[in-house]
């Protein structure tokens, strides 16, 4: 365990693995907080979800892909094109010139973080054995900690007294950090495959997530629900998904391997990210307009509400670690995903009176949850496989994560907006409390979905039978 500090021989890695992180984490909180002031210079109130799920689509597409050439070429190349994509992308956005340009830019800020989010949490499973990834946890909790404090202040900041433009600018100089340390610090002993990219699965689940989504949130806006565009939008989206399956059979290597899913533990811990996403999303991206809708907040307030999750969060998962280790994942995954509920729950009834003080305390309580939850459901698949699966694994995990992420803004949207237009607009307050309030409870059936989930992980500790394999590995021997 002495070896797992930032003084210790691969400390320096993981200095470069936490500014990598940093990027990402502070993504997920910088730009909610500014919603308002986007929409408010750029106008198209109705398309804000577009810049959540267009990011979180543009992931979740690609991180499959990111994670095979990973486990080909190796993490430090595709790492690097991730963090030089998601810093070009943050300079186009802040330029942008109307929705639509900024929309198109976040899809390119996706799919720099589709390499940057799998592949930091694959180099971590490679360094550490199971007992110091329980350390290595708090050092990864640390960024969002610091980032759950920085990043919605920041936005709001900037939203009220300067200009939102500046949440993507102040991206590159951590960006360039970040290109140095990994160039300088991470050198990797290569074993490589030779794999084959499963480019039609990835099509076939872009067109079917993206025609699916397409229909969530633009139905009662931009057309009917019962209009054309609409039932092609769907039928398409349906159409897709029901054919991956098949496609997927079919491809020597598949983008999502249903062979791996049909592992117990990591079909389990796959559903359980797909319901923290969702979960995640259903809060980070809404509640700061809701306070502002609905009870009147500055962006500034509003991130510091927001910020209580994203201050949870790394609070429980840098002790985590520790808990599984004597309990096992399953308890702790199961304890993190009914406090989680608790939370969602304290939202839904709390909703009908906006206040920034409720929502900072419930917030807090969902955060804490999911901090017991996220990571020790991937560790608990990273440990199960060996290095050239690693990759494969911890890449249908945050899969899944992204996908539940982008459905469920799609799903949240599509609520929000056909309630505030039956309502009255976003310039009103009723309409916006019970549109939010609508939401909430959706967001709640996703943290009910992930107490299922969590309930069918195997039972037993560490070293029981279910997970035999991740104490008998050893990944320090397979990786530089």
């Given at each position: 365990?002495?070896?797992?500090?930032?003084?210790?021989?691969?400390?320096?890695?993981?200095?470069?693995?936490?500014?990598?992180?940093?990027?990402?984490?502070?993504?997920?909180?910088?730009?909610?907080?500014?919603?308002?002031?986007?929409?408010?210079?750029?106008?198209?109130?109705?398309?804000?979800?577009?810049?959540?799920?267009?990011?979180?689509?543009?992931?979740?597409?690609?991180?499959?892909?990111?994670?095979?050439?990973?486990?080909?070429?190796?993490?430090?190349?595709?790492?690097?094109?991730?963090?030089?994509?998601?810093?070009?992308?943050?300079?186009?956005?802040?330029?942008?010139?109307?929705?639509?340009?900024?929309?198109?830019?976040?899809?390119?800020?996706?799919?720099?973080?589709?390499?940057?989010?799998?592949?930091?949490?694959?180099?971590?499973?490679?360094?550490?054995?199971?007992?110091?990834?329980?350390?290595?946890?708090?050092?990864?909790?640390?960024?969002?900690?610091?980032?759950?404090?920085?990043?919605?202040?920041?936005?709001?900041?900037?939203?009220?007294?300067?200009?939102?433009?500046?949440?993507?600018?102040?991206?590159?100089?951590?960006?360039?950090?970040?290109?140095?340390?990994?160039?300088?610090?991470?050198?990797?002993?290569?074993?490589?495959?030779?794999?084959?990219?499963?480019?039609?699965?990835?099509?076939?689940?872009?067109?079917?997530?993206?025609?699916?989504?397409?229909?969530?949130?633009?139905?009662?806006?931009?057309?009917?629900?019962?209009?054309?565009?609409?039932?092609?939008?769907?039928?398409?989206?349906?159409?897709?998904?029901?054919?991956?399956?098949?496609?997927?059979?079919?491809?020597?290597?598949?983008?999502?391997?249903?062979?791996?899913?049909?592992?117990?533990?990591?079909?389990?811990t796959t559903v359980v990210s797909l319901a923290i996403g969702a979960v995640m999303t259903g809060v980070t991206s809404f509640v700061p307009t809701y306070l502002v809708a609905a009870a009147g907040q500055t962006p500034v307030i509003s991130g510091v509400a927001i910020a209580a999750l994203t201050l949870g969060w790394p609070l429980a998962s840098s002790?985590?670690?520790?808990?599984?280790?004597?309990?096992?994942?399953?308890?702790?995954?199961?304890?993190?995903?009914?406090?989680?509920?608790?939370?969602?729950?304290?939202?839904?009834?709390?909703?009908?009176?906006?206040?920034?003080?409720?929502?900072?305390?419930?917030?807090?309580?969902?955060?804490?949850?999911?901090?017991?939850?996220?990571?020790?459901?991937?560790?608990?698949?990273?440990?199960?496989?060996?290095?050239?699966?690693?990759?494969?694994?911890?890449?249908?995990?945050?899969?899944?994560?992204?996908?539940?992420?982008?459905?469920?803004?799609?799903?949240?949207?599509?609520?929000?907006?056909?309630?505030?237009?039956?309502?009255?607009?976003?310039?009103?307050?009723?309409?916006?409390?019970?549109?939010?309030?609508?939401?909430?409870?959706?967001?709640?059936?996703?943290?009910?979905?992930?107490?299922?989930?969590?309930?069918?992980?195997?039972?037993?500790?560490?070293?029981?039978?279910?997970?035999?394999?991740?104490?008998?590995?050893?990944?320090?021997?397979?990786?530089?």
């Amino acid at each position: 365990m002495a070896g797992v500090g930032l003084r210790s021989e691969r400390g320096l890695v993981m200095m470069a693995v936490m500014l990598s992180t940093g990027l990402m984490a502070l993504d997920a909180t910088v730009l909610a907080t500014a919603v308002p002031a986007v929409v408010k210079d750029l106008g198209d109130f109705h398309q804000f979800p577009w810049l959540f799920s267009v990011y979180l689509l543009a992931q979740a597409v690609s991180v499959p892909v990111y994670s095979k050439l990973a486990d080909t070429i190796g993490r430090k190349p595709v790492l690097i094109f991730g963090v030089v994509l998601f810093g070009v992308s943050s300079i186009l956005a802040a330029v942008s010139w109307n929705m639509a340009a900024l929309i198109a830019f976040r899809v390119l800020q996706g799919l720099g973080a589709g390499a940057i989010g799998p592949i930091t949490m694959t180099v971590v499973g490679d360094l550490y054995t199971v007992a110091e990834r329980a350390k290595a946890q708090g050092y990864i909790a640390s960024v969002w900690a610091l980032s759950s404090v920085v990043g919605p202040a920041m936005g709001g900041l900037f939203a009220q007294y300067a200009s939102w433009r500046w949440i993507f600018a102040v991206n590159i100089p951590l960006v360039v950090v970040a290109i140095w340390a990994l160039a300088r610090f991470y050198h990797e002993d290569v074993h490589p495959r030779r794999h084959r990219i499963d480019y039609l699965g990835a099509t076939v689940l872009t067109v079917g997530l993206t025609a699916l989504i397409l229909a969530l949130l633009e139905g009662g806006s931009a057309w009917a629900w019962n209009s054309w565009p609409s039932y092609a939008s769907f039928g398409v989206g349906l159409i897709a998904l029901a054919v991956f399956p098949a496609v997927e059979r079919r491809a020597a290597e598949p983008v999502l391997d249903v062979a791996i899913l049909r592992r117990r533990l990591i079909g389990t811990t796959t559903v359980v990210s797909l319901a923290i996403g969702a979960v995640m999303t259903g809060v980070t991206s809404f509640v700061p307009t809701y306070l502002v809708a609905a009870a009147g907040q500055t962006p500034v307030i509003s991130g510091v509400a927001i910020a209580a999750l994203t201050l949870g969060w790394p609070l429980a998962s840098s002790i985590a670690g520790r808990v599984y280790l004597r309990h096992g994942f399953r308890a702790t995954v199961l304890l993190g995903s009914s406090i989680a509920l608790v939370g969602a729950l304290g939202l839904v009834a709390t909703g009908p009176w906006p206040s920034p003080w409720t929502v900072a305390v419930v917030c807090f309580v969902m955060g804490f949850g999911l901090g017991w939850t996220a990571a020790p459901s991937l560790v608990a698949a990273q440990a199960s496989v060996d290095w050239n699966e690693r990759g494969l694994v911890t890449g249908s995990n945050m899969l899944a994560r992204s996908v539940g992420s982008a459905v469920g803004v799609a799903v949240y949207g599509a609520i929000v907006n056909n309630l505030l237009t039956a309502g009255g607009g976003v310039a009103s307050p009723a309409a916006a409390v019970t549109a939010f309030s609508w939401m909430f409870g959706a967001v709640a059936l996703s943290a009910a979905l992930l107490i299922v989930a969590a309930s069918r992980m195997p039972r037993g500790g560490v070293d029981s039978a279910a997970y035999a394999v991740a104490v008998a590995e050893d990944p320090v021997t397979n990786q530089a």
